[in-house]
């Protein structure tokens, strides 16, 4: 078997073998791999698509491409959740402690931003003194004692993913249904958890920007978990606007704790409490309404919150941060956008927003950039909301004045008005099961 011959098959849109598939994730692994047969054979799969079964095979190829997490020291099921990324979403810090509050064991290992999308990890590290790196059997301690650990990708985990995804990024080739749910389901099979519930977002500020697109991903990701023998679901959920109120990473971290103390926004709880009772429900739990009222119990009576603290402890951080989010770093310099008429905010192109918060200093363009953790944004009104001029539409902050300037008009472009009301779009447009 050589590379090159499956470069062929798969131009001449013949399916691949588990064994060729195989073979591809040990080339794509190999550093002695040359780019340009690597980078054809992507295009090839990009062009000519991957049917389910070539993708779950590539998936599990991929995922044993490199160290697996051995969680077999935590006792209890384990569950995981991923987005598969937008702007403002910072569910993982509330669905991780209210799914630890209920008895699930978290042990989850998250990704940084990059481009338009945040990246839990850094809102984490907005958190004086949090570790986002722990050695294995730390990490392991941290689940059995709290229920919860959150740190960064470590260890050799999916090197073929990562060789992959570097290629991808630079040829074109990210935006194929099986080429993201196999990168995706690669790095959570590795993760190690029981149940793996999915948030496929859907709309401008994400990867998938129709719901049938955002189905067909929805349906190939399920497929490869279940495949693998995980209990898997996906909810597919609107980013056709940001989640929640606040983009960046302190600033998220300070909302997510407003929803841990019963303080909304409405959208964010109503989403977070949807994935939590998912994880749930997968686990064992009990029926889809039983877990909710579950989630919204743990939310309530501040379990989740003395979660989220008892994780914070648990990571080296100050947990006085989830009774006081005022120690958490605050910006320098702020600066406030007001609407020039009456009207409706009718759309935003949620992907934009995202870059105005990257420009503010809260994201990176490269993946060395060092980023700032109390930049961020405020929204004060979001798509559909009535507007009136003079209204502030939102607040930008950021540690040096001059990056002002480029982000707001960044932000601005992004908004739509118009005159008349608009209909009430779903949050969460479907629940995919095996
Ligand atoms: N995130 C990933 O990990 N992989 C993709 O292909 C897209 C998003």
Redesign the pocket.
């Known amino acids: 078997m050589t590379l090159t011959e499956i470069i062929r098959k798969k131009r001449d849109r013949e399916a691949l073998t588990a064994a060729e598939l195989d073979y591809v994730a040990r080339a794509a692994a190999d550093p002695k791999t040359p780019d340009y047969q690597l980078s054809a054979l992507l295009m090839a799969m990009y062009l000519n698509g991957l049917d389910t079964r070539e993708t779950v095979d590539l998936t599990l190829a991929m995922a044993h491409s490199g160290d697996m997490a051995d969680l077999s020291g935590i006792r209890g099921v384990k569950a995981d959740k991923h987005s598969?990324?937008g702007v403002g979403d910072k569910t993982t810090l509330i669905v991780a402690p209210i799914a630890a509050a209920c008895g699930l064991k978290v042990a989850k290992m998250s990704?940084r931003g990059l481009g338009h999308t945040g990246g839990t990890v850094d809102k984490l590290e907005s958190i004086p003194g949090f570790q986002t790196t722990l050695p294995p059997d730390a990490f392991v301690d941290a689940v059995n004692r709290t229920g919860l650990c959150v740190i960064g990708q470590s260890g050799d985990l999916c090197p073929a993913?990562k060789r992959l995804?570097a290629l991808?990024d630079v040829t074109e080739t990210?935006d194929s249904i099986p080429?993201?749910a196999s990168?995706?389901m690669s790095?959570k099979l590795a993760g190690g958890a029981d149940v793996i519930v999915l948030d496929v977002k859907c709309g401008s500020g994400a990867?998938m920007k129709t719901p049938e697109s955002a189905r067909a991903m929805a349906k190939c990701m399920v497929a490869i978990g279940s495949n693998a023998g995980k209990k898997t679901a996906a909810l597919i959920t609107n980013m056709d606007r940001p989640l929640g109120n606040c983009i960046g990473n302190a600033i998220e971290v300070r909302e997510a704790i407003g929803v841990l103390s019963g303080k909304g926004p409405a959208d964010l709880e109503t989403l977070c409490t949807a994935l939590a009772a998912k994880m749930l429900s997968l686990a064992g739990a009990g029926d889809d309404a039983h877990c909710l009222f579950l989630a919204k119990d743990a939310l309530q009576s501040g379990a989740a919150k003395e979660k989220f603290a008892a994780m914070i402890s648990g990571q080296g951080g100050d947990p006085d941060v989830a009774a006081h989010p005022e120690k958490l770093p605050v910006a320098r310099y702020q600066t406030q956008i007001t609407a020039d008429r009456d009207g409706f905010l009718t759309a935003m192109e949620t992907r934009q927003i995202g870059e105005a918060c990257a420009l503010l200093g809260a994201g990176r363009q490269t993946k060395d950039d060092v980023i700032d953790p109390a930049a961020g944004i405020r929204l004060y009104k979001k798509t559909g909301d009535p507007v009136r001029r003079g209204d502030v539409l939102a607040e930008l902050f950021a540690g040096d004045e001059a990056l002002l300037p480029a982000a707001k008009a960044r932000f601005c472009d992004a908004l739509t008005f118009g005159e008349t009301a608009l209909n009430e779009v779903p949050l969460i447009f479907d629940t995919v099961n095996a």
């Open positions: 598969t990324g990704g993913d995804y991808r990210i080429l993201i990168s995706i790095k990867f």
